[in-house]
């Protein structure tokens, strides 16, 4: 099993474009989220989900949209990129249930120059 | 809303030296705590919940209500340890809140 993936690994964007953040998990996991890692920030939830074609805000939600069209995949796409958004992203999975763990992705470590 | 707090960012230990890491939480439920870890440029990985009441890695860490502490230990730090610790409470939709993280530097 290849557990959580993310594609791509690096990315450099101009202020202004758009781009999407792939995530795939491998583990038949109901929830599904993403994460951004910033210094002294920590980690950070943008949006998630409880089961496909669901989504739902997190903390810091504001630039970003999400789809969950497939139980397996969860997208995360940039409309239109800011500086601001510089950063790692990770997402993550976990089943359901008490002792329900997350797994994470490896990261994608955007710029927006 | 759920808030972790990790008061030190960054902790310098010398090899064979007792590490501690402060994590102290708010949360009107019944609190489930984790403490994650991420080693230089790799995925976050868990490390420990408090309802397994495990070791791992020489790591313990216990849930205390009254004090709303999950303080995560070793009594002997090894080089291998050096890395980024993150303490999280989950809430009753599956989300974690995380701490803003420990830097932990193992001097040899």
């Known amino acids: 099993n290849a557990g959580v993936t993310q594609t791509p690994k690096f990315r450099v964007l101009k202020t202004g474009q758009s781009m999407t953040l792939l995530c795939a998990q491998d583990m038949n996991h109901e929830y599904m989220y993403w994460y951004r890692q910033d210094p002294g920030m920590g980690l950070r939830l943008i949006h998630y989900?409880?089961?496909?074609?669901?989504?739902a805000k997190g903390e810091v939600p504001d630039g970003y949209n999400v789809s969950r069209l497939k139980k397996q995949n969860f997208l995360l796409g940039l409309e239109s990129a800011a500086p601001s958004q510089t950063s790692v992203y990770f997402c993550?999975?976990?089943?359901?249930?008490?002792?329900?763990?997350?797994?994470f992705g490896p990261g994608t470590r955007l710029t927006v120059l | 809303a759920q808030r972790v707090t990790q008061p030190e960012k960054l902790l310098s230990v010398f090899k064979g030296a007792p590490v501690e890491l402060k994590c102290n939480y708010s949360y009107s439920g019944s609190p489930e705590l984790f403490w994650y870890v991420q080693y230089s440029r790799q995925r976050l990985q868990l490390l420990l919940r408090h309802i397994s009441r495990e070791s791992i890695k020489g790591f313990t860490a216990d849930l205390n209500k009254g004090e709303t502490s999950f303080h995560l230990k070793k009594p002997f730090a090894q080089e291998e340890d050096s890395a980024m610790y993150y303490c999280?409470?989950?809430?009753?939709?599956?989300?974690?809140?995380f701490g803003k993280g420990n830097q932990v530097v193992v001097i040899p």
């Open positions: 989900s409880v089961g496909e074609g669901t989504t």
């Open positions: 999280a409470l989950k809430d009753g939709n599956n989300r974690l809140a």
């Open positions: 993550a999975s976990s089943g359901t249930g008490r002792k329900g763990e997350q797994f």
